[in-house]
């Protein structure tokens, strides 16, 4: 197989407004660090493969049909297997043309998908220059237990999910660390690496106004320090994990170190910190490269079932506690919101299933499998438990945003993952809807393997 890295820096100018945290006109004021877009080119026997590490909170599948088109139309790898992997960072443009209910003056000017747009040539040259520049290659994986992130799903003694995202060691959650180095056959020469681990990247915090990679960049720059090539980070199962900070949380609903927001550049360094040492010392433990890395691509479509998070009758029976005057206030009361545009839909032909292309790209004894979700650790744990190959990595946030992918449990138990879909789309996906996606995902998996 050959492969191929480059990077390509997509750093806004100032005052733009930075997405996350749900701090409507947070405008940029200074730069933390720098947004990249780290380019993987594979090849492998006429098939070709492009994974892109993006320094951004998320990219909607409109914005990914877009720059998946403008990579094929210059370089010829198939639009279908383009991976575009987001950190999550908060500190990071609104790269979508969402707007959350409840958060009406989110980027009101559309600035951000101005900045998508601009930013395609540079995330297509990153491409063409790593196509130009792959060679022959063998590679070496390992993996390790991460202390960078944990589960930010604590509760309070009553055992209820808080809003503070509390850290819970003893909450279900992914801190499986990931790295591959790849080197030239023959000379050695370095590469490329990839980084996969599961959290949040919010250690900055929502009251810091810098355009930043967050920690993720902290780890990125560290280890490039060492080994001088490109470090693409992929983020995994990250939907219920956050950064593990020194921020302490109380407030009478609960307490505890946070796992959510940081305060700013110092919780970034701290967190990136511990990613980059366990990072190193798992490729520095690497003594095995593989050389034989055949590369195959899977495209299928999940389906996952999904409803409108009100009735009809409930949806008008909140519009009519409301008079018409709700409407033009300057932050309409979020359940009207949400009530008029489920009514909205009601009018329209019923969506009973959300469905997504799925690009599983694998090489050698691992496969990539993306998800346009904020994906909950169960799900990634039981990929990894239950794939054929021996790395099973879910890919968060990866072509396409649909916020997050929550499991039974905590639709059970609530708190802010599950009420936080109410706000994005009108049909929320059902409880069952992960373990039917992740089912599907080991299909498409095991048929790779036939």
């Keep these: 197989m050959k492969t191929g890295f480059a990077i390509s820096d997509i750093t806004p100018e100032l005052g733009i407004y930075l997405t996350g945290y749900g701090m409507p006109e947070r405008l940029a004021e200074s730069v933390h660090s720098p947004l990249n877009a780290t380019a993987m080119y594979l090849e492998d026997d006429g098939t070709q493969a492009v994974v892109i590490g993006f320094d951004w909170c998320f990219v909607d599948w409109e914005l990914t049909k877009s720059i998946r088109k403008a990579?094929?139309?210059?370089?010829?790898?198939p639009e279908t297997n383009i991976l575009l992997c987001c950190s999550h960072t908060h500190s990071a443009p609104h790269t979508t043309y969402a707007r959350t209910l409840g958060r009406v003056a989110v980027d009101p000017e559309n600035k951000g998908i101005d900045y998508v747009f601009k930013s395609i040539p540079a995330?297509?040259?990153?491409?063409?220059?790593?196509?130009?520049?792959?060679?022959?290659?063998?590679?070496?994986?390992s993996a390790c237990k991460t202390k960078a992130c944990t589960s930010r799903r604590g509760t309070d003694e009553n055992g209820k999910i808080t809003y503070l995202f509390l850290c819970d060691d003893d909450a279900v959650h992914d801190d499986n660390m990931t790295t591959v180095l790849f080197r030239e056959q023959g000379t050695g020469e370095l590469l490329g690496i990839m980084v996969h681990a599961s959290g949040h990247n919010t250690a900055m915090g929502g009251y810091d106004r810098s355009i930043s990679s967050d920690w993720c960049g902290v780890m990125k720059s560290r280890i490039n320090d060492t080994y001088k090539v490109p470090v693409l980070f992929v983020n995994g199962g990250f939907g219920d994990m956050g950064p593990r900070s020194n921020r302490w949380s109380q407030k009478a609903v609960g307490k505890g170190?946070?796992?959510?927001?940081?305060?700013?550049?110092?919780?970034?360094?701290?967190?990136?910190?511990?990613?980059?040492?366990?990072?190193?010392r798992t490729l520095a433990d690497i003594r095995d490269f593989r050389s034989q890395l055949p590369l195959s691509v899977k495209v299928g479509e999940v389906r996952m079932p999904q409803a409108l998070s009100m009735s009809e009758e409930e949806a008008n029976a909140v519009l009519a506690r409301f008079d018409s005057s709700a409407e033009n206030t300057p932050e309409p009361d979020l359940n009207y919101q949400i009530a008029k545009a489920i009514a909205a839909e009601y009018k329209k032909p019923l969506?009973?299933?959300l469905v997504f292309e799925q690009t599983i790209v694998a090489f050698g004894p691992l496969a990539l499998v993306p998800f346009p979700f904020e994906v909950f650790s169960v799900f990634s744990l039981r990929l990894r438990k239950y794939g054929p190959f021996q790395y099973t990595l879910a890919c968060g946030n990866t072509n396409g945003r649909n916020a997050y992918l929550p499991d039974r449990a905590a639709f059970a138990m609530g708190g802010y993952e599950p009420e936080c879909l109410k706000t994005i789309r009108p049909y929320v996906i059902k409880p069952e809807a992960g373990d039917?996606?992740?089912?599907?995902?080991?299909t498409f998996l095991r048929e790779l393997t036939v």
């Design 71 to 77: 990579i094929t139309d210059a370089t010829g790898v």
């Design 123 to 141: 995330i297509v040259d990153a491409v063409k220059r790593a196509k130009e520049g792959a060679k022959e290659c063998e590679a070496g994986f």
């Design 257 to 280: 170190f946070s796992a959510g927001g940081g305060s700013g550049p110092a919780t970034a360094s701290e967190v990136g910190l511990v990613a980059a040492t366990d990072a190193l």
């Design 351 to 353: 969506q009973p299933e």
């Design 436 to 442: 039917l996606a992740v089912t599907q995902s080991l």
